[in-house]
């Protein structure tokens, strides 16, 4: 169940308070145990409402689901340095660092149950997808753009020289070789 009303005083008093955007307010939902509240593309600013209701819903629990969150797989220097403990590590958190949200985030034990994300690798199209249950598997665009091809997994999400390993382990050539007849098609 769920209460989209506009935020008043007495109602921040009752559910901690609401987020929105544009000015609007919308209230956190109070969540009994068959209820399921989706979070739908969260970033670093809405992880404190996603903190309050999962704190305040009882721990036999309605699921809270995070979907698309918008934290990137990868550092800058305010998220590296947020990672690290003391002072400067609170100050780069404060600054943008993801590193504080990810830590209550583990606190909170949100685990991904299915996350698919891609980048390019050696100028071609690279997914990575990893289910609850399964190890990260990687997979290249094809050469026509029809269809993708495996080519690894990895335990823990592989990195990009990972990623690159696995595609010169199975003879992958650079996509502008491939394209210019350099380089077996894919």
């Known amino acids: ?29 109070t969540l009994t145990d068959n209820d399921m509240c989706v979070f ?54 404060f600054l943008g660092g993801k590193g504080s949200v990810l830590r209550r985030l583990d606190e909170l034990q949100y685990k991904p149950t299915f996350t698919l994300e891609g980048y390019v690798c050696k100028g071609g199209n690279i997914r990575l997808i990893k289910r609850f249950d399964s190890d990260w598997v990687v997979f290249a665009e094809n050469d026509s753009g029809e269809q993708y091809v495996k080519v690894g997994s990895l335990a823990e999400r592989p990195t990009y020289q990972d990623v690159e390993k696995m595609l010169d382990d199975k003879g992958v050539g650079y996509k502008y070789a491939r394209d210019l007849g350099m380089a077996p098609k894919l």
């Open 40 to 93: 739908l593309q969260p970033n670093q600013e809405v992880a404190e409402f996603v903190d309050k209701l999962s704190t305040q819903t009882s721990p036999s629990t309605p699921l809270i689901a995070l979907l698309n969150p918008q934290w990137r797989q990868v550092d800058d220097a305010l998220d590296s340095a947020s990672k690290s403990g003391g002072v400067f590590g609170a100050f780069a958190s």
């Open 1 to 29: 169940s769920s209460d989209d009303n506009t935020a008043t005083n007495d109602d921040e008093e009752i559910n901690g308070g609401g987020f929105g955007m544009f000015g609007e307010s919308v209230n956190l939902p």
